[in-house]
């Protein structure tokens, strides 16, 4: 197998492609783009809100311990503002916690608003599966997930 750089005398590799491929793969971001469709608008003044999630995978610190961020795009196509509350974040491949969930946003007519929270955990995962969910005017808890 070939190698990428040499010493200057001519020794051992400073940097090996497997080392290369291993930085590469940290250190570009997972986006990935989940929507969930708004819940049933009830006749009259109501707010019709509709989430999406962009996930950034961090790599590991010095403990280990990795990070996944996300920005929720809340988005109210409805007659009325809205207060949502996004309530957690989960993952069927690790356990770990949510950072900057649970926490409550008004969005208002028309308008958009993005909420930034992160999910640390350690170990490997692989690809795994995020849960997010939110809920809108103490209406039924509704999800969005989002592979990386």
């Known amino acids: 197998m070939e190698q990428q750089g040499n010493g200057k005398d001519g020794g051992k590799p400073l940097v090996s492609r497997r080392t290369v491929a291993l930085g590469a793969a940290w250190s570009v ?7 969930a469709a708004p819940a049933a ?8 809100v ?31 503002a ?26 208002p007519v028309g ?6 929270f ?6 490997n995962a692989g690809t795994a599966t995020y849960t997010i969910s939110y809920r809108t005017d103490s209406g039924p808890v509704q999800i969005v997930q989002v592979t990386a």
């Open 29 to 35: 971001p997972v986006i990935v783009l989940a929507t």
């Open 41 to 48: 608008a009830a006749s009259g003044n109501a707010p019709a």
């Open 50 to 80: 509709a989430a999406s999630v962009v996930a950034d995978k961090d790599p590991a610190n010095q403990f280990g311990t990795k990070k996944m961020n996300f920005v929720l795009t809340l988005t109210n196509s409805g007659s009325a």
């Open 82 to 107: 809205g207060s949502v509350q996004v309530l957690s974040v989960t993952s069927d491949a690790t356990t770990g916690s949510a950072v900057g969930v649970p926490t409550t946003v008004s969005v």
């Open 111 to 116: 308008g958009s608003v993005p909420v930034s």
């Open 118 to 123: 992160s999910y640390t955990y350690s170990g």
